[in-house]
């Protein structure tokens, strides 16, 4: 069993209150249910209104900014913030095999004591990173079509992903 679980369902694009099918996108962006369990514990606090009100098009660059800072170092850290009013951030600290998650105050938002170091190991939630990020491709492209196609295009582009996979950009792709 691993120690770590992510799971993308349900996207939607519009506003809260006029939520629109991923096919709507355009220019937009796309929000959607995100469950993220640490040792079995629901990470707190995911999106402005709730759980399925969670910012995609972050949590996509989010996976990446995680995977990019652990591959290749023995002990790093990450915070992650969702720059939604009132939400916390996520400290996931890597030690070795180990990554500790915590939610950590940030503006108006509560501390969380009881999710403070709540330990994972690192190749799992590698795994579940790359295995979120390619069900978010599936979604998109499954519910919005073209335009959700584009949609994670667009994103896969800006964050240097393809396929799950965050890409080493070296100088020379850079200049072209």
């Not at 993308?8 to 096919?23: I, K, M, S």
């Not at 709730?50 to 098009?57: A, S």
């Not at 330990?119 to 491709?137: F, G, Q």
């Not at 998109?140 to 073209?146: E, H, L, P, S, T």
């Amino acid at each position: 069993m691993s120690s770590v679980s992510i799971a993308v369902a349900d996207p939607w694009t519009g506003a809260f209150d006029e939520r629109e099918p991923v096919g709507a996108v355009g220019d937009g962006h796309v929000h959607a249910r995100l469950t993220l369990r640490v040792a079995g514990r629901p990470l707190p606090g995911l999106g402005f209104f709730g759980p399925d009100d969670v910012c995609l098009d972050h949590w996509l660059a989010a996976f990446c900014e995680l995977r990019e800072t652990f591959e290749g170092r023995a002990s790093a850290e990450c915070v992650i913030d969702d720059h939604e009013q009132g939400s916390p951030k996520y400290r996931f600290r890597r030690e070795g095999a180990r990554v500790f998650v915590s939610v950590i105050p940030y503006g108006s938002s509560q501390p969380d004591p009881g999710f403070h170091d709540v330990e994972c190991l690192t190749a799992d939630l590698i795994t579940e990173i790359d295995a979120a990020l390619a069900a978010i491709e599936a979604l998109a492209i499954r519910k919005g079509g073209d335009a959700g196609e584009l949609w994670w295009r667009d994103l896969a582009m800006g964050t240097h992903l393809d396929r799950g996979r965050v890409l080493q950009v070296s100088s020379a792709d850079e200049e072209e």
